[in-house]
């Protein structure tokens, strides 16, 4: 199983950035993809996620608004349109797969139920 992240980059406050995570070696239907971050100093924290069982979202506060997850099983290809980006985002963004239960609805944020990662891409948001 491998995740790969990118598109990030340095970008000014109130700027944009559309983030990529390409999973190879599983097939999504079976499985919620969440992004983390982790700025400098600080543990990860959970970002979005999305379900390919059964199309359901979630948000941390903090992004909520300016943040989508959007999924494209085709390209076997999870997307995070960061929009209004605030400095407080600069973090390095991660990619993560979390398998589902037969039944299971929705996502997870939370760190520990995700078990393959991909390496991360760095976000900076600075004038």
């Known amino acids: 199983v491998q995740l790969q992240a990118s598109g990030g980059g340095l970008v000014q406050p109130g700027g944009s950035l559309r983030l990529s995570c390409v999973v190879s070696?599983?097939?999504?239907?079976?499985?919620?993809i969440g992004w983390f971050r982790q700025a400098p100093g600080k543990g990860h924290e959970a970002v979005s996620c999305l379900s390919f069982s059964d199309s359901r979202t979630d948000y941390t506060d903090s992004v909520k608004g300016r943040f989508t997850i959007s999924g494209d099983s085709a390209k076997n290809t999870v997307y995070l349109q960061m929009n209004s980006l605030k400095p407080e985002d600069t973090a390095v963004y991660y990619c993560?797969?979390?398998?589902?239960?037969?039944?299971?609805?929705?996502?997870?944020?939370?760190?520990?139920?995700?078990?393959?990662w991909g390496q991360g891409t760095q976000v900076t948001v600075s004038s």
């Open positions: 070696g599983l097939t999504l239907d079976y499985y919620a």
């Open positions: 993560a797969s979390d398998y589902l239960p037969l039944g299971k609805s929705g996502c997870s944020l939370t760190y520990d139920d995700y078990d393959y």
